[in-house]
């Protein structure tokens, strides 16, 4: 059964209202022309495909084959990325040029987010050294030897900047939200570097308006440690340390709201006890609007009913 509630907690998360825009594309970003859209589409000829063919260079020979899933990719979400001005030999080596592709080149370095931006001022920004000393102190670090990197949450072929670009923190929120769901809700892959078995709906029992919560607030602000020099915490804190306190969130304590990535729900809010600040819901320091107006409404009643009984007395008295 609790499988079952993790599946339905994790469907109703991937296609809540505007899973289609997801993230902030910009409208002509799959219209973007590289320059080596010629050399990389002989790599999206196969890695675009479950079922790919292809032709031996050396002998003509055609040879069919089936695409690891992992390996398979989109086109559009490429050209979308934050690495669609490279081509694909800029990471992966010149080998791969030749098909079928050696040994030599399947064994050879995989680039990672250090090997190009680690100490360059152009991506200082970004941070990316106190990225990796973070990371290396998160839980995920743990899984290094299961071939858990970077990748595992960024891939280079689709990742691109939400956090700081995106003006709607709802998509922004759920973009985020999908890279965790990419593992702990998806029980193949997890299961590549966990032998837990996937309990969501399990761990956040104790969370109420568990979809609402997670169309509204990711991931890494209850589970990730704050790091002031971070817009987005990598140091991914064990299960038992997860944040628990609503106090620390549902507050009008800045410091508290302020790695805080929210999206207000939609519709009227005239029900919500809470108030609303900079999208974050406040505990208990507002009334209820309707409320207000019912007691009020019953207290003028009480009082004309009243007026009017001392009236007719006055009345009687004279008469």
């Known amino acids: 059964m609790s499988y079952l509630k993790s599946f339905l907690l994790i469907m109703a998360i991937l296609f809540l209202p505007g899973r289609l825009n997801a993230v902030d594309t910009p409208q002509d970003a799959v219209k973007y ?3 080596f859209a010629k050399e990389n589409e002989r790599c999206f000829t196969c890695h675009s495909v479950k079922n790919y063919l292809y032709t031996d260079e050396s002998d003509s020979k055609i040879y069919k084959g089936s695409m690891d899933q992992e390996e398979i990719l989109v086109r ?3 050209y979308s990325s934050n690495h669609k ?6 990471c992966h080596s010149s080998q791969f040029r030749s098909f079928p592709h050696s040994e030599d080149a399947k064994a050879g370095k995989d680039f990672y987010c250090l090997d190009c931006h680690g100490g360059d001022p152009a991506y200082a920004v970004f941070n990316f050294e106190t990225i990796d000393s973070e990371f290396r102190r998160s839980v995920h670090s743990r899984l290094e030897e ?3 990197t970077c990748w595992q949450c960024h891939d280079p072929h689709e990742y691109r900047l939400v956090a700081r670009k995106s003006e709607n923190p709802k998509a922004a929120v759920k973009y985020n939200n999908d890279i965790c769901l990419g593992c702990h809700g998806d029980f193949e892959r997890f299961s590549r570097y966990s032998e837990d078995k996937i309990k969501i709906s399990k761990v956040h029992k104790w969370l109420p308006h568990q979809e609402t919560h997670f169309a509204s607030v990711r991931c890494i ?8 020099k971070l817009l987005v915490a990598h140091y991914v804190m ?10 620390k969130c549902h507050t009008e304590d800045d410091n508290a709201m302020a790695s805080l990535l929210v999206a207000k729900p939609s519709g009227n809010n005239g029900g919500d006890s809470n108030a609303w600040i900079n999208g974050l819901s406040i505990i208990g320091p507002n009334r209820n609007k309707n409320l207000d107006n019912m007691l009020l409404t019953f207290f003028a009643a009480v ?6 009984h001392i009236l007719f007395r006055f009345i009687c008295k004279k008469i």
């Open 238 to 247: 064990p299960e038992e340390a997860a944040l628990r306190d609503c106090k």
């Open 146 to 148: 299961k071939g858990f």
């Open 33 to 35: 022309v590289s320059p």
């Open 221 to 228: 602000d209850c589970h990730g440690r704050e790091n002031e």
């Open 85 to 90: 001005s490279l081509s694909c030999t800029d």
């Open 76 to 78: 559009d979400e490429f």
């Open 303 to 308: 009082i004309a009913i009243m007026g009017i």
